[in-house]
T-cell receptor, first 110, second 114 residues
Framework: GQNIDQPTEMTATEGAIVQINCTYQTSGFNGLFWYQQHAGEAPTFLSYNVLDGLEEKGRFSSFLSRSKGYSYLLLKELQMKDSASYLCAVRDTGGFKTIFGAGTRLFVKA | DTEVTQTPKHLVMGMTNKKSLKCEQHMGHRAMYWYKQKAKKPPELMFVYSYEKLSINESVPSRFSPECPNSSLLNLHLHALQPEDSALYLC?????????????FGSGTRLTVV
């Protein structure tokens, strides 16, 4: 079966660092995505990991451990506009099936 | 052009109506997707097209009928929907092999079935 787990909500302070974890058990694995989604808007792509290790893109970094079925998204120098839902998504092998986790709602406070 | 365009943005339809949702992209992406998203829930995959051929149907009821007329267009035909089908319908596209840019999502069609 397919299972992707993320914390439901997190709160952090402006300027701080926050780590959003994602664990997954899927029948196949062909990469893991992180998306940001503001309320009422479409998801926007943040990162893609297919090999173990850390990928850094400006204030955002994403880490993957395939053996542990684990990923995290690290957000640095938090800004108020980072308040959004963060979706972890896993792509299956052999096709185009990408399954989304329930998302983590991040609240950034002043 | 780096966008996926969906029309209409909002749609209210009766349970006996027939309507269509449209999606268009000009990024040369050969994979296109329909997702359904209910409030405070993640997007759920409905259909995937690859090179204009249907490659995945996630056991979606037949009242939803996808169509891919060409590599830039994706339609979702709706007929005899139920109130529980009210949701945000998202179209997305991607390159088939290079996923380093992820999926590009359209802004969605917010559908209300009355």
């Amino acid at each position: 079966g397919q299972n992707i787990d993320q914390p439901t909500e997190m709160t952090a302070t402006e300027g701080a660092i926050v780590q959003i974890n994602c664990t997954y058990q899927t029948s196949g694995f062909n990469g893991l995505f992180w998306y940001q989604q503001h309320a009422g808007e479409a998801p926007t792509f943040l990162s893609y990991n297919v090999l173990d290790g850390l990928e850094e893109k400006g204030r955002f970094s994403s880490f993957l451990s395939r053996s542990k079925g684990y990923s995290y998204l690290l957000l640095k120098e938090l800004q108020m506009k980072d308040s959004a839902s963060y979706l972890c998504a896993v792509r299956d092998t052999g096709g185009f099936k990408t399954i989304f986790g329930a998302g983590t709602r991040l609240f950034v406070k002043a | 052009d780096t966008e996926v365009t969906q029309t209409p943005k909002h749609l209210v339809m009766g349970m006996t109506n027939k309507k269509s949702l449209k999606c268009e992209q000009h990024m040369g992406h050969r994979a296109m997707y329909w997702y359904k998203q209910k409030a405070k829930k993640p997007p759920e995959l409905m259909f995937v097209y690859s090179y204009e051929k249907l490659s995945i149907n996630e056991s979606v009821p037949s009242r939803f009928s996808p169509e891919c007329p060409n590599s830039s267009l994706l339609n979702l035909h709706l007929h005899a929907l139920q109130p529980e089908d009210s949701a945000l319908y998202l179209c997305a596209s991607s390159q088939e092999r290079d996923l380093n840019y992820g999926y590009t999502f359209g802004s969605g069609t917010r559908l209300t079935v009355v």
